[in-house]
T-cell receptor
Framework: GAVVSQHPSRVICKSGTSVKIECRSL??????MFWYRQFPKKSLMLMAT?????????EQGVEKDKFLINHASLTLSTLTVTSAHPEDSSFYIC????????????FGDGTRLSIL | SQKIEQNSEALNIQEGKTATLTCNYT??????LQWYRQDPGRGPVFLLL?????KEKRKERLKVTFDTTLKQSLFHITASQPADSATYLC???????????FGSGTRLSIRP
């Protein structure tokens, strides 16, 4: 089956640090990758949609300068949380789709980000 | 605005019984409806997809129904087991938007 690898699984760092999270599709080419944020006992909140080679589309209220997304290839997307602060602490999850329209999303196992 | 509601935040049932989870939506015309399972600290895992022109879909002990008139989907797990305990998310996809909207999930607990 389609596998998405997300790394790192956990990050603890000081306020002001920038943190990069990688999302890779291991056995398929992802036409589209998605980045979500999830608060405890809440649903997935879509942050942005990224297509390979083009700028990411951010959801309303998500700061594009704060959450930098790069989708350099059909198998890799990165999310960089710049100058992270405690309020950025959350569970970040990526997903990838191997088809347009109707296909399921394949999720990574998430990154638990804790900013001290 | 578009809204998806999973009626129960939590559901507790006895092992062996059928678990039924509900997903309702408003202001949306999905072409597809999907169900995912999420375990604590993990990413969601895709379970089933049903199209707008399908009434029912089955996979092993899972059954999904999709009523576009009622704007509702039901997700059933028959002969439930403690290992089925997890949060279940419904998700709507209208295909053209290229993104999926998720419900808030139902936390299912199966007691032995």
């Amino acid at each position: 089956g389609a596998v998405v690898s997300q790394h790192p699984s956990r990050v603890i760092c000081k306020s002001g640090t920038s943190v990069k999270i990688e999302c890779r599709s291991l056995d398929f080419q992802a036409t589209t990758m998605f980045w979500y944020r999830q608060f405890p006992k809440k649903s997935l909140m879509l942050m942005a949609t990224s297509n390979e080679g083009s700028k990411a589309t951010y959801e309303q209220g998500v700061e594009k300068d704060k959450f930098l997304i790069n989708h350099a290839s059909l198998t890799l997307s990165t999310l960089t949380v710049t100058s992270a602060h405690p309020e950025d602490s959350s569970f970040y999850i990526c997903s990838a789709r191997d088809s347009t329209g109707g296909g399921p999303q394949h999720f990574g196992d998430g990154t638990r980000l804790s900013i001290l | 605005s578009q809204k998806i509601e999973q009626n129960s935040e939590a559901l507790n049932i006895q092992e062996g019984k059928t678990a039924t989870l509900t997903c309702n939506y408003t202001n949306y015309s999905p072409a597809y409806l999907q169900w995912y399972r999420q375990d604590p600290g993990r990413g969601p895992v895709f379970l089933l997809l049903i199209r707008e022109n399908e009434k029912e879909k089955r996979k092993e002990r899972l059954k999904v129904t999709f009523d576009t008139t009622l704007k509702q989907s039901l997700f059933h797990i028959t002969a439930s087991q403690p290992a089925d305990s997890a949060t279940y998310l419904c998700a709507l996809d209208n295909s053209s938007a290229s993104k999926i909207i998720f419900g808030s999930g139902t936390r299912l607990s199966i007691r032995p």
